[in-house]
């Protein structure tokens, strides 16, 4: 079977270079060409537009453009098709301009036989295929590069928090105890303050203020203790619900209503159930707050093939290999620009003495205890969205060595 003809453009209002181009290319048997002409730039666009060549002649003395102007929307319509230009002998300086700014070759018409011009053309298809091998090559060496930059920006997160933790644990140790004191003193003093108003109001700040900085302690163990999960084989819907049932009380009062959509068909998976709820709690939590005036807290879970994209309809196919949980409400959703950082330890956008800004990265960490991974999202129709994924199979979160810097 002979191979298939190679498809030529020939772009030029000259009937005399067409005569002539078409002599040469039906004169030269070797390799079979097909040509089709065009007498103007509008008219190649439009047929450039409904089908592909191998190769395109164009003559650079195209009436009505200037030849770089021609050139460079022959590149615009067709990218891969090598581009040759045509040019009289008096302007052969322009041609070798055109070959810096992008054409294969140039053929001087007076100088045109047979051989040299399937040549020409036979060259430049190779060379266009190889220019455009080595464009896709390059696209995915800086693809690599930045998946590299991105995984080595992720360890660095991952030693930061590792470091965190370790302080966090020292630093709660120190301070747990003195809070103890400080709270029992203010207990004494309040029972010895009567009914001084004055009085009971410094002891009520003074307790109020105790209290946050308990709860900042706390938020700080937990996060510090995070590193050891005590996994059992269970139900991610479990812990779901059981967490919706402690927060039932704050989601009445807030006029929040829940949309639950928990797949009942949800392979089980190995779960610390504790830390789990807490980081659910967290989410569910923090939807309440986004919503002062009530709204919709909407939980989904479904299991997918890993690397489903998250954004994606649950699929029908088989077997899934990870499990999913969406959070999402119809809160203000969270600030352009703000979706990374929001995880960042102690980053809050509460008021002062409103949040201690641990909330998702507690979560963020016990998540990735399960070796899955969160991310949020602001929703289509406003409201935030976080995605948790849970691999079926996780790898063993302690395969890294511990960071000798902490
Ligand atoms: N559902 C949400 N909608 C809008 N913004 C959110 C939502 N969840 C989190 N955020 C933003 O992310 C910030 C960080 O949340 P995070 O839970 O870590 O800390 P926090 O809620 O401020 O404090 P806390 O430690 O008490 O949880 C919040 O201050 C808030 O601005
Ligand atoms: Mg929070």
């Known amino acids: 079977m002979s191979a298939p003809a190679i498809q030529v453009l020939l772009v030029t209002a000259d009937p005399q270079t067409e005569r002539q181009l078409r002599l040469d290319l039906s004169a030269y048997t070797r390799t079979r060409m097909d040509l089709t002409h065009r007498k103007d730039l509008e008219t190649t666009l439009a047929t450039l537009a409904t089908r592909t060549f191998?190769?395109?002649f164009l003559d650079l003395a195209l009436p009505g453009s200037h030849g770089f102007d021609s050139l460079h929307q022959l590149h615009l319509a067709a990218r891969a098709m090598p581009v040759i230009v045509l040019a009289n002998s008096d302007n052969e300086t322009l041609a070798i301009e055109a070959v810096r700014k992008g054409a294969q070759d140039y053929l001087v018409k007076s100088r045109s036989d047979a051989?040299?011009?399937?040549?020409i053309v036979r060259y430049a298809i190779e060379r266009k295929r190889i220019e455009e091998a080595l464009r896709l090559a390059l696209a995915r060496l800086s693809a690599s590069h930045e998946q590299l930059k991105a995984t080595r920006l992720q360890l660095i997160q991952a030693e930061k928090l590792e470091c965190i933790g370790t302080l966090a644990a020292g630093v709660a140790h120190e301070v747990k105890n003195p809070l103890q004191t400080l709270l029992m003193g203010v207990h004494?003093?309040?029972?010895?303050?009567?009914g001084d108003e004055e009085l009971q109001l410094v002891i009520r700040e003074m307790r109020d203020s105790i209290h946050r900085a308990d709860l900042i302690v706390r938020e700080l163990v937990t996060f510090a203790g995070t590193n050891h999960p005590e996994k059992r084989e269970g139900s991610l819907n479990a812990i779901i619900e059981q967490a919706l049932h402690l927060m039932r009380y704050e989601l009445i009062h807030a006029h929040v209503q829940v949309v639950l959509d928990l797949d009942p068909a949800l392979p089980s998976l190995p779960l610390d159930v504790n830390k789990l709820e807490q980081a659910f709690l967290n989410l569910f939590l923090n939807a309440v707050q986004a919503m002062p005036h009530g709204g919709t807290l909407s939980v989904r879970t479904w299991g997918q093939p890993a690397g489903h994209g998250v954004t994606d309809a649950r699929p029908d196919g088989p077997g899934p290999s990870e499990v999913v949980a969406e959070v999402g409400?119809?809160?203000?959703?969270?600030?352009?620009?703000?979706?990374?950082?929001?995880?960042?330890?102690?980053y809050t956008l509460k008021p002062a003495g409103k949040g201690t800004g641990?909330?998702?990265t507690v979560t963020r960490r016990i998540i990735e205890l399960h070796?899955?991974?969160i991310e949020a999202q602001n929703g289509d129709s406003g409201g935030?969205?976080?995605?948790?994924?849970?691999?079926?199979?996780?790898?063993?979160?302690?395969?890294?060595e511990t960071n000798p810097d902490c």
């Open 188 to 194: 004494y003093l309040s029972s010895r303050a009567g």
């Open 54 to 56: 191998d190769a395109a």
């Open 115 to 119: 051989r040299v011009l399937s040549r």
């Open 384 to 400: 935030a969205r976080f995605v948790a994924r849970f691999p079926l199979q996780p790898q063993d979160p302690y395969e890294r």
């Open 358 to 360: 641990l909330g998702l």
């Open 371 to 373: 070796g899955g991974v």
């Open 329 to 346: 409400d119809t809160g203000e959703g969270i600030p352009a620009g703000k979706l990374q950082q929001i995880f960042n330890p102690f």
